[in-house]
T-cell receptor, first 109, second 112 residues
Framework: GENVEQHPSTLSVQEGDSAVIKCTYS??????FPWYKQELGKRPQLIID?????GEKKDQRIAVTLNKTAKHFSLHITETQPEDSAVYFC????????FGAGTRLTVKP | NAGVTQTPKFRILKIGQSMTLQCTQD?????MYWYRQDPGMGLKLIYY???????DKGEVPNGYNVSRSTTEDFPLRLELAAPSQTSVYFC???????????FGPGTRLTVL
């Protein structure tokens, strides 16, 4: 199956700062790259995704960038707010949808 | 659409007992998955299925079995429960125009 590495494992920022989480993958055939947010005690929810035919996608304060040559993609959150505090997971799915290990983001007010 | 539903929400098992975690989706998705998530940890893929009658092992299949007799249902079976299987179990399905993955609400299992 696909190997997905995610960094950092924990990230603490001040409210209003930006946060960046990076994932690398191994299978060059991967063409779909989602990001999920999981709040405490809840199920993971898709927040943004990108396909291999574009290099960047934005949705309000969140964006995802993709570098297919280097096989990495990143989640960018700008103007962070306390409600952004959660665990974030990336995936580079093939048939078996495997996730990165997760990043615990804490936004301090 | 109800999406992905799981039962039960909570369960306590004794060591050696067996149980089946139920998962149903009403979105006509071909792909379905079972994950476990230990406290403070990530999602580990147990088994997945690309369609009715087809199942495959994920990262951590030992101690579990699955079946996929219909598109809608993907039950997960624990035959001899062990404390190491204490976890939250999520079922998910993938499909639709953009191949988005949808998760069920999870089953919190404790083995004592």
């Amino acid at each position: 199956g696909e190997n997905v590495e995610q960094h950092p494992s924990t990230l603490s920022v001040q409210e209003g700062d930006s946060a960046v989480i990076k994932c690398t993958y191994s299978d060059s055939a991967s063409n779909y790259f989602p990001w999920y947010k999981q709040e405490l005690g809840k199920r993971p929810q898709l927040i943004i995704d990108i396909r291999s035919n574009v290099g960047e996608k934005k949705d309000q304060r969140i964006a995802v960038t993709l570098n297919k040559t280097a096989k990495h993609f990143s989640l960018h959150i700008t103007e962070t707010q306390p409600e952004d505090s959660a665990v974030y997971f990336c995936a580079a799915p093939n048939n078996d949808m495997r996730f990165g290990a997760g990043t615990r983001l804490t936004v301090k007010p | 659409n109800a999406g992905v539903t799981q039962t039960p929400k909570f369960r306590i098992l004794k060591i050696g007992q067996s149980m089946t975690l139920q998962c149903t989706q009403d979105m006509n998705h071909n792909y379905m998955y079972w994950y476990r998530q230990d406290p403070g940890m990530g999602l580990k893929l147990i088994y997945y299925s690309v369609g009715a009658g087809i199942t495959d092992k994920g990262e951590v299949p030992n101690g579990y079995n699955v079946s996929r007799s219909t598109t809608e249902d993907f039950p997960l079976r624990l035959e001899l429960a062990a404390p190491s299987q204490t976890s939250v179990y999520f079922c998910a399905s993938t499909g639709g125009t953009y191949n988005e993955q949808f998760f069920g609400p999870g089953t919190r299992l404790t083995v004592l």
